[in-house]
């Protein structure tokens, strides 16, 4: 099996296995496949274990801290997972939201990247969110503070709330 076959067929099996349905795909993308459940959750499927692993140990980390929001924007909480299917079961929000963990790193697993990468990133990010960067400054610090660095950063993992002005 590849690394991006079978996404659909080990959700199936998670779901027969901790005996939850399978609803809507709620999205896609380089990271996996994540499904709406009937049991008001939703599930993430993942290409790889690297990405598994790093994305697991966050939300662990988060949730052994309680953390359900970083700076009024919803984070989902873990309720369950399964190494075998590389798969992580979580709460589903709704905007303002924080998500995404597969690319972050803990603690000292941190990638340095050279000052002109960093600066290209950071430029990037404030075209994305505008005026808003300073709250996506704000959400970044939050989550160093509980020793996750957040590499993957754009509005569709940190979201705001449409009807929201810029301040």
């Keep these: 099996m590849g690394p991006t076959s079978g996404l659909l067929d ?3 099996r998670y ?3 901790y005996q939850i349905r399978l609803g809507a795909r709620l999205g896609f993308g380089k990271d996996g496949t994540i499904w709406r459940t009937d049991a008001r959750t939703a599930l993430k499927v993942f290409k790889t274990r690297d990405l598994y692993v790093r994305e697991l140990a966050a939300y662990q980390r988060l949730r052994e801290r309680g953390v359900a929001e970083l ?6 909480t873990l309720e369950q997972w399964d190494d075998d299917l590389m798969a992580i079961e979580m709460t589903i929000v709704e905007r303002p939201f924080v ?7 803990l603690d000292g697993d941190r990638i340095e990247f050279p000052p002109d990468v960093v600066e290209e990133q950071e430029a990037r990010i404030r075209e994305l969110f505008g005026l808003r960067v300073w709250k996506v400054a704000a959400i970044r610090a939050a989550l ?10 754009h509005p569709g993992n940190i979201a705001f709330v449409e009807s929201e002005e810029d301040e």
């Design 10 to 12: 080990r959700a199936e």
């Design 15 to 17: 779901s027969t296995l």
């Design 71 to 76: 700076c009024g924007h919803d984070v989902p």
């Design 99 to 105: 998500l995404d963990f597969a690319s972050a790193r």
């Design 144 to 153: 160093e503070q509980h020793g996750i660095h957040m590499t993957d950063i």
